[in-house]
Structure formats: structure tokens, C-alpha cells
């Protein structure tokens, strides 16, 4: 599937920025099952200084300075990106998930580079009761990606997709006992409990296609951002993609900007101001395929 991709946040200060330094996680990672096509950014005011490089995770990592006084600050990526994830293997073929949780434990060549994925992160902490919530999908012996699946399609029916319920910043425990919140909380919930049964899940930022073609469900999430888990099936299947937000595995609906152990890792945008005071933000997304 093509997709273009327009992405534009807006920040109004309530008084004017002398200087500011950003970070920017937007520009959508290059994968195998992702080519980027093209993918620019651009600024308003333009930036005094601006480099690319990769972070700790290979994500693509945009930083500018501005040196001007500014009341308002606008960054707009545009991209084309062509996605075949390809489908998932029959579950009852992966390992059972003690498996996995035990090769994460030993390291060694098959599994030194997920183990940091495994850990407790800010976002995503070691919290019994999450750890619970997600222990009764893994039974003892139960194949890995069943397990999984089954968790998947929990998160999605005990949860509420409800905005303005959480913050970014609600902890994980406070999200299971509203039983509501966002993709974002919904991927964290779930990347806690995968990771309480010594499994490892990282987090992922991109877009989803929420309106879908003729005859097609439409997606839950927001027109903003998506957030969805990346969970690891052992060295000979890798990584699969699961959003709990809409029960899915993800193929040909999402673009992948970038992945780490929680939002964190990669917010979108994130920097370091001098004045400005208050602000409004606002984001808009346009996915359209092509």
C-alpha cells in the first residue's frame, strides 16, 4: 500500500521564544517492509542550524536551533512510503512464550539485542497488578504469538477509546483501573505486562489509516499520531507488529516513524525553550493513499 503523508504541529507561545532547541521524531524510518519514497521537513521561522542523524534505536532523528525571536513555531513533514508487512505466522507454529522469555534471560547471539526490551522503562514500569492483567493470557506452555493475540484482543474489548480521560504522562496503573484512555496508553498497558512475563515489547510510533476503503472497518485513532506494540517472536520470526487500539496485526495500515521502550523514546516533537511562557498546540495528520 502507498501512502503520502502530511504532518504539521503548530506551537503558539504566549510570549515570544528567544531561543529554542528541538528534537524531532518525525521523519518515517526506512524497513525493509517500509520504503520511504521521499520525506522532507520544513520550519517555520526556518531553522539557524539543522542536522539529521539516528538514535540509540536507528530511528531517524531531526535537531534544529533557532536563534530568533518567534511567537509562534510550526515544523510540517511531508513523506511517500510504500508498507507490506508481511503476514503473520500460524501462532500454534511459534515457540511457547517461557521460551522466549527464557532466551531473552540467557542473551547470547539470539536474543543480546531484544533483551533491552524486556526492562521497565518510564513510561512502561514493572507494576504488579498490569503484570497480573496480562499473565491470563499466558498459560503455561501456550504458543507465544496465541498468547499475544489473545492479550491484543482483551486490551481492545476491556478498553474504552476515550480522549481527554488520561495525559501522555497517566501511569499505566492509573490507565488499567479507568479501563479507558488512547492508543498510546493502550500500547503501554500492554508493553508493561508483556514484559512483567519477561517478554520483550517496544514501542511504536506512526500513523494509522482510519479511513478505510469501501466495505472496510474504519480505525480507531487519533487524526494526530498512532502508537501500537512491537512484540518479538523469537530469532526465527523477529518482530510483529499488534495494535490493541483496533485488535490488528499490523500489515498495510500503518506507517512506522520510529520505536523505543515507551513514548518517550520517541515523542514527536520535544525541545528546550528560552521565554514563551504558555503555549497551544496543534497537530494535524493527512494519511491519504495513493
Not at 146 to 172: M, Q
Amino acid at each position: 500500500m502507498k501512502y503520502r503523508v502530511r504532518h504539521t504541529t503548530t506551537y503558539a507561545y504566549r510570549k515570544p521564544v528567544d531561543l529554542a532547541a528541538h528534537m524531532m521524531h518525525l521523519l518515517p524510518r526506512a524497513l525493509p517492509q517500509q520504503v520511504v519514497s521521499s520525506a522532507d521537513l520544513a520550519t517555520t521561522p526556518a531553522a539557524a542550524r539543522c542536522t539529521e542523524g539516528a538514535d540509540h534505536f536507528g530511528n531517524r532523528v531531526s535537531w534544529l536551533f533557532l536563534d530568533l525571536p518567534h511567537a509562534a513555531f510550526e515544523v510540517r513533514m511531508s513523506a511517500s512510503i510504500e508498507v507490506a508487512f508481511a503476514a503473520p505466522p500460524e501462532a500454534a507454529a511459534t515457540p511457547v512464550w517461557e521460551s522466549i522469555a527464557a532466551a531473552v534471560r540467557a542473551g547470547g547471539a539470539e536474543a543480546w539485542q531484544v533483551a533491552e526490551f524486556a526492562f521497565a522503562s518510564p513510561m512502561a514500569p514493572a507494576d504488579p497488578a498490569v503484570g497480573a492483567y496480562a499473565a491470563v493470557s499466558f498459560p503455561a506452555g501456550r504458543p507465544v504469538l496465541a498468547g499475544l493475540l489473545d492479550l491484543t484482543a482483551r486490551i481492545n474489548r476491556d478498553f474504552a477509546f476515550r480522549s481527554g480521560v488520561t495525559t501522555i504522562a497517566t501511569p499505566v496503573a492509573r490507565v488499567l483501573r479507568l479501563r479507558a484512555g488512547v492508543c498510546q496508553d493502550f500500547s503501554h498497558v500492554m508493553i508493561a505486562g508483556l514484559r512483567a512475563l519477561g517478554l520483550p515489547a517496544r514501542y511504536v510510533s506512526g500513523y494509522i489509516r482510519t479511513r478505510p476503503p469501501p466495505g472496510r472497518t474504519a480505525r480507531r485513532g487519533a487524526d494526530q499520531s498512532h502508537a501500537w506494540v512491537g512484540a518479538w517472536l523469537g530469532p526465527e520470526h523477529g518482530w510483529i507488529g499488534l495494535d490493541p487500539t483496533n485488535d490488528v496485526v499490523v500489515q498495510n495500515e500503518h506507517v512506522v516513524l520510529g520505536w523505543g521502550r515507551d513514548y518517550g523514546d520517541v515523542s514527536p516533537v520535544r525541545g528546550v525553550l528560552l521565554g514563551g511562557g504558555s503555549h497551544k498546540l496543534s497537530v494535524s495528520v493527512d494519511l491519504e493513499a495513493v
